[in-house]
Nanobody, 125 residues
Framework: VQLQASGGGLAQAGGSLRLVCAAS????????MAWFRQAPGKERDFVAA????????YYADSVRGRFTISRDNAKNTVYLQMNSLKPEDTAVYYC???????????????????WGQGTQVTVSS
């Protein structure tokens, strides 16, 4: 499975961006998908995750109510709509996918077997 993330860029505080992650290769609807982010000098942190059926979503407390994760299984694509952006949202954002059979917490990076290359999001105050 290959993941290609896009949609990052520069936004002002209070603005919006939408990230897109396109999956290719041997993809399955059974993958759970997620977004993580990593700011300079910090660890990679969980942002949001979505199960294959799209009915179960999970968010970090810091983004709940501002970010929305969604997916289109027909297009093998997952989205992260980011609203009310804050300067502390500045980071490189990575999309990730589990293997078709997986275990572990969605909040942990080690649960995800496949990673995209990252897209930079910069929020100015």
């Amino acid at each position: 499975v290959q993941l290609q993330a896009s949609g990052g860029g520069l936004a002002q505080a209070g603005g919006s961006l939408r990230l897109v992650c396109a999956a290719s290769g041997r993809t399955y609807d059974g993958h759970a998908m997620a977004w993580f982010r990593q700011a300079p000098g910090k660890e990679r942190d969980f942002v949001a995750a979505i199960r294959w059926n799209s009915h179960n979503t999970y968010y970090a407390d810091s983004v709940r109510g501002r970010f929305t994760i969604s997916r289109d299984n027909a297009k093998n694509t997952v989205y992260l709509q980011m609203n009310s952006l804050k300067p502390e949202d500045t980071a490189v954002y990575y999309c990730a996918a589990t293997a078709n059979v997986y275990s572990g917490s969605y909040f942990q990076a080690k649960t995800f077997a496949y990673w995209g290359q990252g897209t930079q999001v910069t929020v100015s105050s």
